[in-house]
């Protein structure tokens, strides 16, 4: 019976801490406008949380229109750029022009320093959550 008797004091405390730490998942995304991938990501994120899993979602730019679902699905958002993505409607009377050559661009300082403050932010939110899984849903990831 001490066999016994001690098995059961050794699994109750690692019960007690697997139950103070719960799983928990980042997802990293550069929007939340409509969209295939970000389509997804609500559904998966509402469907982690409903199980039980600790779910925050980390995007580049503020705003869209899917952030609201995964507000009232209980997701805590934080976002990288704090900046709001231009309106669909404006990008879709934009001009379009079609060059024969994709353009060679170079990004400026500033959006290599905003980039740099968002990854660094990104870094100290997982430093601070320490998520179990990070998920990435960015081009080029």
């Not at 995007?59 to 995964?70: N, Q, R």
């Not at 704090?82 to 060679?104: F, G, L, T, Y």
């Not at 990104?122 to 320490?130: D, F, G, M, P, Y």
């Amino acid at each position: 019976m001490r066999g016994t008797e001690r098995r059961e004091h050794a699994a109750a405390p690692a019960a007690t801490l697997a139950k103070m730490r719960r799983r928990g998942v980042l997802f990293v995304i550069g929007q939340l406008d409509l969209g295939g991938t970000e389509s997804q990501l609500v559904m998966l994120a509402k469907e982690l949380k409903r199980r039980g899993w600790r779910v925050e979602v980390f995007s580049l730019s503020k705003g869209g229109v899917l952030a609201e679902p995964l507000s009232r699905a209980g997701v805590n958002l934080v976002y990288g750029l704090h900046r709001q993505n231009p309106a669909p409607a404006a990008a879709a009377s934009a001009k379009v022009i079609e060059p024969s050559v994709a353009p060679k661009t170079r990004p400026s300082v500033k959006a290599m320093l905003v980039l740099s403050a968002a990854v660094a932010s990104l870094v100290a939110r997982i430093a601070l959550s320490r998520p179990t899984a990070v998920h990435a849903l960015l081009p080029l990831t």
